[in-house]
């Protein structure tokens, strides 16, 4: 599943990186897990700001 914001850099790599089969895929991942953790990161900032996360 493709967002407005993720449809956009999906593009931009296919249009440079098209020969590697698993750019697109590999790059939606990245921005799944990686939002995730940002997301959570900046909502509990009072939280992470003090402790590392898991600590």
């Known amino acids: 599943m493709t967002t407005r914001k993720t449809s956009a850099a999906l593009a931009a ?3 440079c990186l098209s020969g590697f089969v698993g750019m697109v895929p590999s790059l939606e ?3 799944r897990v990686g939002s995730t953790v940002v997301n959570e990161l900046t909502g509990n900032w009072a939280l992470y700001s003090k402790t590392l996360p898991g600590h």
């Open 13 to 15: 790599a296919l249009c």
């Open 29 to 31: 991942a990245a921005y």
